[in-house]
């Protein structure tokens, strides 16, 4: 059995596969599962974030085959993040902000801070990768991120691996449960989680 992993533990760059970013020991280039999603998802990932043990960002964007992954502190828009032109309408970012009605498992807000059909479809979200503090930084560090819909989410149970926060959940988590919520094809989410258990948080078990 594994010892508990912590939060802060880094990779070693030096001896890391250049793709998947694990240790070599621990590859999983030939373990991931890809899943077919319909909603794009598109990561953001703080720099400090790139070469740590627990990064579900990177095996997120492995699996997902519509998804792309970003590393840096800002962008100029919606548009350089993700490199081609988009219906920002049609976007929504997964919101650092409570629940307020806790019966809830998700709340979708427009820009106008108005409440939208939980049914509500998006051709992809944007989801911040990072601690509570890093995840703010680029949130102010991109103020066309307040131009976009909000998604909140609720989580009925705790996060696999440790949080600062009781609602908090780890970015491949959270981008499951938006699935599960947002009508996304039930094995995805599903594939998420069991993915991130299996090859990042007891991968020698």
């Not at 960002?57 to 993040?81: D, M, P």
């Not at 929504?92 to 108005?114: H, M, Q, S």
């Not at 509570?132 to 705790?158: D, F, G, M, V, Y």
């Amino acid at each position: 059995m594994n010892e508990k992993i912590s939060s802060a533990e880094k990779v070693d760059k030096t001896n890391a596969c250049k793709n998947c970013l694990r240790p070599s020991y621990q590859c999983i280039c030939n373990k991931v599962k890809t899943l077919d999603n319909s909603t794009y998802i598109l990561l953001l990932q703080h720099p400090q974030e790139q070469y740590k043990l627990l990064n579900s960002a990177k095996l997120s964007q492995l699996c997902l085959t519509n998804s792309s992954l970003k590393v840096g502190l800002s962008w100029r828009n919606l548009a350089q993040a993700i490199e081609k032109e988009i219906d920002k309408k049609q976007w929504a970012v997964l919101y650092l902000r409570g629940i307020i009605d806790p019966t809830r498992k998700i709340e979708i807000f427009d820009t106008k801070k108005c409440l939208m059909p939980l049914k509500t479809k998006f051709q992809g979200i944007i989801v911040l990768d990072g601690s509570w503090k890093q995840s703010k930084a680029i949130w102010w560090r991109n103020p066309w991120l307040l131009k976009l819909n909000r998604i909140t989410l609720n989580p009925e149970h705790e996060s696999l691996r440790g949080q600062s926060k009781k609602e908090g959940l780890s970015t491949i988590e959270a981008i499951a449960m938006a699935f599960d919520c947002l009508g996304e094809n039930a094995e995805i989410g599903e594939g998420l989680r069991k993915q991130y258990e299996e090859l990042i948080i007891k991968p020698n078990t």
